[in-house]
């Protein structure tokens, strides 16, 4: 099992109860179509299962990663990352970068200077099944495991 896991909030912000709204906004998730970057921890993992009815998470593949920092990861201004700003944080490129990140060695959020959310489009060619039913069942919502690689790349 990856130490990596991506969150993407799914469905909007209306009628979503207090509590739930609350551990959306702990986990990141205010907006539709937002994805995090999350440590596999048991606690992350119940705050994960509490507001599946609104999100969707899996392992994110390496490629996967690479691909949603170059296209998607922000600097604090809404820059790019570039390859200068890596150098002033100890990293020579991205792929580095991904790495350091699946290994564990550094949190996403700590770095400084970067935007710890990523702002991704609706997925191209539309979403598979309802956004209203769990992935098991034939729909979008809850845990995925390694599928949500396919999600994250239709929605870069």
Do not use: C
């Not at 912000?13 to 539709?32: A, E």
């Not at 570039?82 to 550094?106: H, P, Q, V």
């Amino acid at each position: 099992m990856s130490q990596l896991l991506v969150a993407i909030r799914i469905r909007g912000r209306v009628g979503v109860p207090p509590d739930k709204k609350y551990t959306l906004d702990l986990l990141r998730l205010r907006r539709k179509h937002i994805a995090v970057l999350l440590k596999n921890t048991p606690e992350i993992l119940g705050m994960l299962n509490k507001v599946s009815d609104y999100i969707t998470w899996g392992e994110i593949s390496r490629e996967a990663l690479i691909e949603l920092l170059k296209k998607r990861g922000r600097t604090v201004g809404d820059k790019p990352i570039t390859e200068e700003f890596l150098k002033a944080r100890g990293f020579n490129s991205i792929e580095e970068l991904a790495d350091a990140l699946l290994e564990r060695k550094i949190a996403y959020k700590d770095i400084p200077g970067i935007k710890p959310v990523f702002r991704l489009t609706p997925p191209s060619g539309g979403f598979k099944g309802t956004i209203k039913k769990h992935y098991k069942m034939g729909g979008e919502l809850g845990y995925r495991g390694e599928a949500i690689n396919e999600l994250v790349k239709k929605m870069i």
